[in-house]
């Protein structure tokens, strides 16, 4: 009779330290998933938010960031683009171009960079400003000379690509990046756990190649419209530049077959490719060690303003360095992109891009527009990440909530 008390006793306190276990255990579980939704050790938690909400708030972000640092990605192009021969003097600063426009009658004509400039030369009956004013000499003298010579709103030229580019662009990567990362760590962490550190690695240069495919001609088009001048005329938009591109090669005759006008639409995929999925590694398997440590800091207070913290700092360092260390292969996309030979443009391999531009510039051609590139991607990644990870959190606080 004593022993079945003693028993009975035992088994009561059992049950009830398994119950306030079992509640303590569940208790730390809801925390995490609240405090770290998108934690690489949980990533079942993703699944709580849906593709679509996922992918519209990727493409919110992505329209913030293309506003933002545009006018360096447009400096970022031009100082590429001159390095590779674009001419960026005044389109009437040659006596052939100016009898042209004017006739041989032409009357004084003022040809100088901008209405306020002081260095202007007569030549003639012409008035026009020394080669130099329509150089371009680092990220600063290019966003002033553009400025001065075609207005502030041409910081901006390519916003309209930029932004139709960067809706289905981030829109497909980032959310991809998410299902590629979760069920790959879901298959390693059962088969070969020490492969789990390569995980953000693959899963990202994947979904950087999937985007990269499919949205490349917008990309082409902006690219074209930020290295090229227009003057005395309204530039073309992202259509015109497309047809324009397909009409050049059309009238071509070694290219007979008009599937084959198209295949120029896709012209430095390669040298994209070789950009873009090389960054996006560097980029994400950066970007998670980094924002996994600040997550371990903040701790159990973490809020909407520590996820935004975590990941923007995380992703701005990443960034950073990621469009350090592949701005070679930008600069040799830059000039596939801007060719406006159609065999040749076709005919050309990154490889022999790069051949070209070490040869013409050495390691400094390598790095032409670090300064910009590097500037803008810090916090455009930064932006990115940290307000798709934000809204992700939102969604799932309320979902945990309700």
């Known amino acids: 009779m004593v022993e079945s008390e003693q028993t009975s006793e035992q088994w009561i306190r059992l049950e009830q330290s398994s119950s306030v276990n079992g509640f303590t255990i569940s208790e730390h579980v809801i925390a995490e998933r609240i405090n770290y939704p998108e934690s690489e050790s949980h990533p079942s938690n993703d699944g709580d938010t849906s593709f679509a909400a996922r992918a519209l708030s990727a493409a919110g972000a992505a329209v913030l960031s293309a ?3 545009n006018p360096l990605d447009v400096a970022k192009t031009r100082l590429q683009a001159q390095a590779a021969g674009a001419p960026y003097s005044h389109p009437l600063s040659n006596m052939t171009s100016r009898m042209a426009f004017f006739g041989p009658t032409m009357m004084f004509a003022d040809l100088r960079c901008s209405p306020t400039c002081t260095r202007a030369g007569i030549q003639g009956t012409v008035s026009i400003c020394p080669p130099d004013c329509f150089q371009y000499k680092g990220t600063l003298d290019t966003l002033y000379k553009i400025v001065r010579q075609e207005g502030v709103a041409r910081l901006w030229r390519g916003t309209n690509a930029s932004l139709a580019l960067a809706v289905p662009m981030v829109g497909i990567y980032l959310p991809c990046y998410d299902v590629f990362r979760d069920r790959m760590e879901v298959f390693v962490d059962e ?8 995980v953000p690695l693959v899963a990202g240069s994947l979904a950087r190649s999937l985007a990269c495919t499919t949205c490349y001609p917008i990309d082409l088009a902006k690219t074209r419209m930020q290295a090229f001048k227009e003057t005395g005329k309204k530039p073309p938009g992202v259509w015109k530049t497309l047809l324009g591109i397909i009409s050049t090669v059309s009238s071509t005759n070694n290219f007979q077959n008009n599937l084959q006008s198209y295949r120029v639409l896709w012209t430095g995929l390669g040298a994209q490719l070789a950009r873009d999925v090389p960054f ?3 980029c994400w398997s950066t970007v998670e060690p980094i924002r996994r440590r600040l997550r371990e800091l903040i701790g159990d207070e973490a809020n909407a303003v520590g996820v935004f913290g975590a990941n923007f700092t995380a992703a701005f360092i990443a960034g950073s360095l990621a469009a350090a260390a592949t701005c070679p292969l930008d600069v040799a996309r830059t000039r596939r992109q801007i060719e406006k030979d159609p065999v040749r443009a076709v005919r050309m391999t990154t490889k022999q891009t790069l051949i070209e531009v070490w040869r013409d510039g050495g390691m400094k ?6 300064g910009p590139r590097v500037g803008r991607a810090g916090p455009s990644v930064g ?3 940290s307000f798709y990870e934000v809204v992700k959190y939102v969604l799932q606080h309320k979902l945990s909530t309700s």
């Open 280 to 282: 996006s590694a560097i």
């Open 365 to 370: 051609g390598l790095f032409t527009g670090v």
């Open 67 to 69: 506003v933002l640092v």
């Open 191 to 198: 088969n070969a756990p020490i492969m789990k550190p390569c």
């Open 383 to 385: 932006i990115v990440v």
